[in-house]
């Protein structure tokens, strides 16, 4: 159950405007609920007709559980958090090259399913914020008393702010900022993502990665479902048609067809199913995240990767940081904006770093070179995942 928090003491001016949040995920309905607190008329839009459901499971942290705690959300969280988790690197023969045991895992680090975050969340705001469904922002106008909104399908309404919370490929950054291509740094490889009932491929609450030079299986295995992640390096990024999953599937299967341990399992689950994560790895890495009357949170803004392993977390402190910002500077929404940028953008591309660096070598070693530092590391138990 959601404890909801009593209304805030100094309401941020001008509270009662309205505003209007892109995206319904993790960012998006922690930006409605906090926009929602400090006063605002809240309207989100999510193009997809629903929540937009499936993925791995969230680890929340660090800051994100003080922020879960502020918003009330935190015993709900905690109730529905995963076991903790074994995780072990593997051989073609099946041998453990090291790892760590559930005995190591800290209760200072929370896995939820994503699905249950994302009701957790969405419980924050029903009833209280307008969310439309199906619906996406077609233009913007960003204009001296509010920002005209056209969606896609035909209306306009004024807003004092806008809030782009649509995820890697934000529509909102792409209206406002400009081509995607400027901020994307592309991290050298493609990874697919597929959560299939119990395989018996592995134990429960355990995950197992096996990598030969360029390609990486991740098996997180759960008491009621297995994650399959399949992941491949390339030198620069590849030609596919993202509506294509047929296109994607042949990918996979060529980059993995042949390869040993418990490989030839997890492609039969590949299947023929529409119902998987295909994308490049990449970051998103921006000089600022705000123009005008328009700002950016979670992905859209500085998506950290799947790599770093915080992309919810991060979006979860994002909208925490915007809100505190805003009831810092009250309708002085430009300092706000600043504010937030100026404290969270270092964070940001420490972990940034991190995940292109270490992450990357780790997880998805690239040659024979970084297989056997990799190796060393789990030998001598240096590896800080
Ligand atoms: C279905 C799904 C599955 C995922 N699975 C994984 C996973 O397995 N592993 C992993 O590391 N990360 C996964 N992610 C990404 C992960 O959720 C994010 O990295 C992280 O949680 C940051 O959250 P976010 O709210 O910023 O972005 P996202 O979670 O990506 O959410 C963006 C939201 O904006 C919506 N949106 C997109 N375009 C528009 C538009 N034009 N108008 C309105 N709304 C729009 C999307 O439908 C989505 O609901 C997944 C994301 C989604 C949407």
Not at 187 to 199: A, E, F, I, N, Q
Not at 234 to 240: A, P, S, V
Request: proline share 4%.
């Amino acid at each position: 159950m959601i404890n909801h928090l009593a209304p805030v003491q100094n309401p941020t001016p001008p509270s009662g405007s309205p505003v209007l949040v892109s995206g319904a995920s993790f960012a998006g309905l922690a930006t409605a609920f906090w926009l929602d607190r400090l006063g605002y008329q809240v309207t989100i839009i999510e193009v997809a007709s629903g929540l937009r459901r499936g993925g791995t499971p969230v680890d929340i942290e660090g800051e994100t559980i003080g922020i879960l705690e502020r918003m009330g959300m935190f015993d709900a969280v905690r109730a529905r958090a995963l076991p903790p988790r074994a995780f072990a690197f593997k051989d073609a023969d099946d041998r453990s090259l090291g790892g760590f045991g559930v005995e190591g895992s800290s209760r200072a680090r929370f896995e939820i399913h994503r699905d249950d975050l994302l009701d957790i969340l969405f419980s924050g705001i029903d009833g209280s914020v307008e969310v439309l469904f199906g619906r996406s922002i077609k233009q913007l106008e960003d204009g001296p008393d509010g920002v005209t909104v056209t969606l896609d399908d035909g209306t306009r309404r004024t807003f004092a702010l806008v809030f782009g919370c649509d995820g890697n490929r934000s529509n909102t950054r792409k209206l406002v900022f400009g081509d995607e291509e400027n901020f994307t740094y592309f991290m050298g490889g493609y990874v697919y993502l597929k959560v299939v009932p119990v395989t018996g491929i592995l134990p429960p609450n355990v995950s197992e990665v096996f990598s030969v030079p360029g390609r990486t299986a991740i098996l997180n295995g759960y008491d009621d479902r297995t994650d399959i992640g399949l992941a491949f390096r390339t030198e620069g990024e590849i030609e596919y048609d993202y509506r294509d999953r047929a296109q994607q599937r042949a990918l996979i299967r060529d980059h993995f067809d042949g390869l040993g341990w418990k490989v030839p399992t997890a492609l039969k689950h590949v299947g023929t199913g529409d119902d998987f994560y295909f994308d490049r790895i990449n970051q998103i890495r921006m000089p600022s995240w705000s123009k005008g009357r328009v700002v950016l949170v979670g992905d859209a803004g500085y998506c950290v990767s799947p790599v770093a392993g915080m992309g919810g977390s991060m979006a979860i402190i994002g909208a925490g940081r915007i809100a505190d910002a805003l009831e810092r500077h009250g309708a002085d929404y430009a300092a706000a904006f600043q504010d937030y940028h100026d404290k969270l953008h270092a964070f940001v591309e420490e972990v940034q770093e991190r995940a292109a660096n270490d992450g990357m070598a780790t997880i998805f070693p690239t040659d024979d070179a970084e297989m056997t530092e990799r190796d060393r590391k789990l030998r001598e138990g240096e590896l800080g995942l």
